[in-house]
Nanobody, 125 residues
Framework: QVQLVESGGGLVQAGGSLRLSCAAS????????MDWYRQPPGLQRELVAR???????????YYADSVKGRFTISRDGAKNTVFLQMNSLKPEDTAVYYC???????????????WGQGTQVTVSS
């Protein structure tokens, strides 16, 4: 069983910063990718940032155009935790933010996608 727990959301004024965390626990062999999605009110969920692992301490990142230069995705591999540092926040960044991790489980060696519970980020103007 794998569980993802998110933290770090809240209310912030435009121009401010927040840091989200998402820790995975349970039966984990390795983590292939770590993503952050968001779902603004009344809209579909969208990919914000992605970290694709290519080794113990390396990987490649992807960012949606709307957050490039403002958001940074990073990870602590030893703790199976992914972070999203959000700077220069705008009201349009208001959304529920979800983490998603592609995790290899023991016994079968198969990869499954797991989601966090979501955390609300509200940016006031």
């Amino acid at each position: 069983q794998v569980q993802l727990v998110e933290s770090g959301g809240g209310l912030v004024q435009a121009g401010g910063s927040l840091r989200l965390s998402c820790a995975a626990s349970g039966n984990i062999v390795s983590i292939k990718a770590m993503d952050w999605y968001r779902q603004p009110p009344g809209l579909q969920r969208e990919l914000v940032a992605r970290f694709i692992s290519s080794g113990i301490s390396s990987g490649t990142t992807y960012y949606a155009d709307s957050v490039k230069g403002r958001f940074t995705i990073s990870r602590d591999g030893a703790k199976n935790t992914v972070f999203l540092q959000m700077n220069s926040l705008k009201p349009e960044d208001t959304a529920v933010y979800y983490c998603r991790q592609e995790i290899v489980v023991p016994n079968t060696g198969l990869t499954y996608a797991y989601w966090g519970q979501g955390t609300q980020v509200t940016v006031s103007s």
